[in-house]
C-alpha cells in the first residue's frame, strides 16, 4: 500500500526539531516535502531529511495528502483553509490562531472539505500524559485544578531558540502554553461557561475558569519567569483526593502519536477530540480572557 503523503509547512526551530525529524522517521508516511517563508531555510531543511524544498505552497498541497503546520498561529491559519480546499488533511499546530474569525474559518474550512484535522497540543499525545488525561476524565468527581506554565524564553540571559519568536513576544504566554493547559482542563472538567482573568508581573496572565461541570480551575501562564523559576503542571482535586499529572518529554514522540491520530481520523472518518472545531473553542476562550484582562504589568 501506499504511504500517506506529508508535508510541513515552517522551517523555524520547532519545524527543525520536532516536526521534520518526526516525520522523516515515521515509518508509516513518506515525508512528502516542505515550504517555508524562506526558501533557503526550507532548501536546508528538506536536504537534511531527503525530502524536497517547495517554493509553491500550492504544488506542496499538490503533492500532499496532509500537510503539518510549524508557522505562527495567525499565518498558520488562512494556509490552513487553503490546504483544506486543496483537499489536504491538516496537523495543525497551537493556538490554531490568535484571531477567533481565524480560527473559526479554519474550521469551517476543514468541515467543508471533509478533512481530518488534529491540534498537537503536546500533552494530549504525550507517553505518559495522554492516558492520564483520559484517566482522569473517565474517572470524573473533580471540583478544583491549580495549573501553572512559567517558561522563561525571555528572562535575562535565556538562550532559547524561541526567543526570537515575534509572535511568542507579542502575545506571551497566554496565547503560547496557555492552549497546552487548556487542552487538559477541557476534558477533564467540562466546558468554561466563565471566565475571570488578571495580569501580573512581565506577560504573566492568571485565569480562573467555572466549568461545566461546576469545577473551577486556577492557571498561572508566563513566558517572562526568572530560569530558576521555570516550572509547568497541573493538580486536580476530588472525591479520589489528588492527583498529579506526571511529567513529559519527547516532543518528536509526541508529534509522532499526534501524525497516527491525524491518520486514524482520516481513515475512520471520526473526528478526533483535538481537531480543528477544539482549536477554534480553544481561540475563544483565550480571546475572552484577553478581553476581560484587568490590570497590567507590574
Known amino acids: ?23 522523516a522517521g515515521h515509518p508509516g508516511v513518506d515525508f512528502s516535502g516542505v515550504w517555508g517563508r524562506r526558501p533557503e531555510a526550507a532548501a536546508a531543511l528538506a536536504a537534511a531529511h531527503g525530502t524536497r524544498a517547495y517554493d509553491d505552497v500550492d504544488a506542496l498541497f499538490e503533492a500532499s495528502d496532509a ?22 488533511h491538516l496537523l495543525l499546530d497551537k493556538p490554531v ?11 469551517l474550512a476543514a468541515e467543508k472539505a471533509g ?8 500533552l494530549r499525545f504525550a507517553e505518559r500524559t495522554a492516558p492520564w488525561i483520559e484517566e482522569q476524565t473517565a474517572l470524573g468527581g473533580w471540583y478544583l485544578a491549580q495549573a501553572h506554565w512559567l517558561g522563561a524564553l525571555f528572562s535575562p540571559g535565556s538562550t532559547s531558540a524561541y526567543a526570537a519568536s515575534p509572535w511568542r513576544r507579542e502575545k506571551g504566554g497566554l496565547w503560547d502554553v496557555g492552549p497546552h493547559v487548556l487542552s487538559v482542563l477541557l476534558p477533564v472538567l467540562g466546558e468554561v461557561t466563565g471566565t475571570t482573568a488578571v495580569a501580573g508581573p512581565a506577560d504573566s496572565r492568571h485565569l480562573l475558569l467555572r466549568h ?9 501562564l508566563s513566558l517572562g519567569a526568572p530560569a530558576r523559576a521555570a516550572d509547568a503542571g497541573i493538580t486536580l482535586f476530588g472525591d479520589h483526593g489528588r492527583a498529579v499529572m506526571p511529567s513529559w518529554a519527547d516532543a518528536v514522540g509526541s508529534f509522532g502519536a499526534a501524525v497516527d491520530a491525524l491518520l486514524e481520523s482520516a481513515r475512520s472518518g471520526v473526528a478526533h477530540p483535538c481537531d480543528a472545531r477544539f482549536g477554534l473553542r480553544v481561540t475563544e476562550i483565550l480571546a475572552d480572557a484577553e478581553a476581560r484582562l484587568v490590570g497590567g504589568p507590574v
Do not use: N, Y
Open 97 to 107: 490562531a490568535t484571531r477567533v474569525t481565524l480560527a473559526r474559518e479554519t474550521a
Open 1 to 23: 500500500m501506499t504511504k500517506p503523503r506529508i508535508g510541513l509547512l515552517g522551517t523555524g526551530p520547532w519545524a527543525d526539531r520536532t516536526h521534520a525529524p518526526a516525520l
Open 67 to 88: 500537510v503539518a503546520f510549524a508557522l505562527p498561529p495567525d499565518v498558520q491559519a488562512p494556509l490552513a483553509a487553503r490546504a483544506a480546499a486543496a483537499g489536504c
Open 115 to 122: 478533512v481530518a484535522s488534529v491540534v498537537f497540543c503536546t
Open 212 to 220: 461545566a461541570s461546576g469545577a473551577g480551575s486556577s492557571t498561572t
